[in-house]
């Protein structure tokens, strides 16, 4: 993803639940704000342990040699609350470029009025070759009164707050392979290079995309765009007026929204991508389990056989088997030690297929005798 493209995904996923259909500043679901990524007073965030005051980013560069070459930099973006209902004013706070040899952190304290905050970008080699990098996003707004509703505490937040991070040389190892301390913020790979981080406020995969057909933000992005789009040629006269009378930014939306073309709707109906398929599998997943075990002086072994004795009274299933003679397949622990036999039954038919595929009955040890030789 070039950057421009990068910025574009950004400033959609910045938006996203700004605003929802029918986007009237009336409307319920429009009187509050819904933003993800919440970054809250620390004296409200105190008060539950699914509120955060700070947002941290703890990502891997891959740059080997030269590491100390490397630089880094990060934009911070964010909404704060400019209006009433959902109306917000985009800020964006920027860092570095920090050399990963630096020793220490570039911080960065930045204040909109009543909200005021702070940003940490440190960077450190590695044993073995590249660098980690952490960001951290805080919140340093004082509050008087701790006890107000989330409402209140919104307009003192950093609302959908997202972080960039990009490096001068090397590439990111991919956060969803990279266990670091994350916190508040979905991390993932942004470019096709792999010279970006997104920390995100919604869990995303590596190298998200914006679908060339999109006809731009509509503030509910994970939504189907072309049902978002004909809903809006359904605002009634007075949604219209009332959408007239707010937001810049949702009546912007708005216009684009019903200046698109049946053309631009039906290019957002669907399109076929042809890709070769993957390989397949050289048959069943191999979970071979135990070879052999032993349980009460009676050995269950992998290809024994054993009498069905289920004994569940009126189940018909456990009828049926009852008195089968089956095969034991895989022998298996669960994680409280609880041993299963994965059996199939030997008169049937489709024995050979159930085994190929992985597909077996399971018994526990006292439901089977066990035939000897």
Same mark, same amino acid.
């Given at each position: 993803?070039?950057?421009?493209r990068?910025?574009e995904?950004?400033?959609?996923?910045l938006?996203?639940g700004?605003?929802?259909?029918?986007?009237?500043?009336?409307?319920?679901?429009?009187?509050?704000?819904t933003?993800?990524?919440?970054?809250?007073?620390?004296?409200?965030?105190?008060g539950?342990?699914?509120?955060?005051?700070?947002?941290?980013?703890?990502?891997?560069?891959a740059?080997?040699?030269?590491?100390?070459?490397?630089?880094?930099?990060?934009?911070?973006?964010f909404?704060q609350?400019?209006?009433?209902?959902?109306?917000?004013?985009?800020?964006?706070?920027?860092?570095?470029?920090?050399?990963?040899?630096?020793?220490?952190?570039?911080?960065?304290?930045?204040?909109?009025?009543?909200?005021?905050?702070?940003?940490?970008?440190?960077?450190?080699?590695?044993?073995?070759?590249?660098?980690?990098?952490?960001?951290?996003?805080?919140?340093l707004?004082?509050?008087?009164n701790?006890?107000?509703?989330?409402?209140?505490?919104?307009?003192?937040?950093?609302?959908?707050?997202?972080?960039?991070l990009?490096?001068s040389?090397?590439?990111?190892?991919?956060?969803l392979?990279?266990?670091?301390?994350n916190v508040? =913020?979905?991390?993932?790979?942004?470019? #096709?290079e792999? !010279?970006?981080?997104?920390? @995100?406020?919604? &869990?995303?995969? %590596?190298?998200?995309?914006i679908?060339?057909?999109?006809?731009?933000?509509l503030?509910?992005?994970?939504?189907?765009?072309?049902?978002l789009?004909l809903?809006?040629?359904t605002?009634?006269?007075?949604?219209?007026?009332?959408?007239?009378?707010?937001?810049?930014?949702?009546?912007?939306?708005?216009?684009?929204?019903?200046?698109?073309?049946?053309?631009d709707?039906?290019?957002?109906h669907?399109?076929?991508e042809?890709?070769?398929?993957p390989?397949a599998?050289?048959?069943?997943?191999?979970?071979?389990?135990?070879?052999?075990?032993?349980?009460?002086?009676?050995?269950?072994?992998?290809?024994g056989?054993?009498?069905l004795?289920?004994?569940?009274?009126?189940?018909?299933?456990d009828?049926m088997?009852?008195?089968?003679?089956? =095969?034991?397949?895989r022998?298996?622990? #669960?994680?409280? !030690?609880?041993?299963?036999? @994965?059996?199939? &039954?030997?008169? %049937?038919?489709?024995?050979?297929?159930?085994?190929?595929?992985?597909?077996?009955l399971?018994?526990?040890?006292?439901?089977v005798?066990?035939?000897?030789?």
């Amino acid at each position: 993803m070039k950057a421009d493209r990068l910025d574009e995904l950004v400033e959609s996923l910045l938006y996203e639940g700004y605003a929802l259909y029918p986007y009237t500043p009336n409307t319920e679901k429009n009187i509050t704000p819904t933003p993800f990524g919440i970054v809250y007073p620390p004296a409200y965030a105190a008060g539950s342990s699914v509120t955060f005051d700070r947002l941290a980013l703890d990502c891997a560069l891959a740059v080997g040699d030269g590491a100390e070459e490397a630089e880094v930099e990060l934009t911070l973006r964010f909404l704060q609350s400019s209006g009433p209902r959902h109306q917000a004013t985009d800020r964006t706070v920027s860092v570095g470029p920090l050399r990963v040899s630096a020793g220490s952190p570039a911080v960065a304290e930045f204040e909109f009025a009543p909200l005021r905050g702070r940003v940490t970008l440190a960077a450190e080699p590695v044993e073995g070759g590249g660098a980690r990098v952490a960001a951290q996003v805080e919140n340093l707004t004082e509050m008087e009164n701790a006890n107000v509703l989330r409402a209140e505490a919104l307009e003192l937040s950093l609302l959908s707050t997202h972080v960039v991070l990009r490096t001068s040389a090397g590439r990111f190892v991919s956060p969803l392979e990279h266990s670091g301390d994350n916190v508040n =913020t979905f991390p993932v790979l942004a470019t #096709d290079e792999d !010279d970006a981080i997104l920390g @995100a406020a919604i &869990v995303l995969p %590596d190298h998200p995309q914006i679908a060339p057909e999109s006809r731009g933000n509509l503030f509910d992005n994970t939504e189907i765009e072309e049902a978002l789009l004909l809903h809006v040629q359904t605002l009634s006269d007075d949604e219209r007026d009332a959408i007239a009378e707010q937001d810049p930014k949702v009546r912007e939306m708005i216009a684009r929204a019903e200046a698109a073309t049946p053309e631009d709707v039906m290019a957002l109906h669907g399109r076929l991508e042809l890709k070769d398929p993957p390989p397949a599998p050289s048959g069943p997943p191999n979970f071979p389990g135990e070879t052999q075990v032993t349980v009460d002086g009676r050995t269950f072994r992998r290809e024994g056989k054993v009498v069905l004795r289920p004994g569940a009274q009126g189940d018909p299933f456990d009828m049926m088997v009852d008195g089968k003679v089956a =095969t034991i397949e895989r022998i298996y622990y #669960d994680t409280e !030690d609880k041993l299963y036999l @994965a059996v199939t &039954v030997d008169d %049937d038919p489709g024995q050979d297929l159930l085994r190929d595929s992985g597909r077996y009955l399971f018994f526990f040890p006292d439901e089977v005798e066990v035939i000897e030789g």
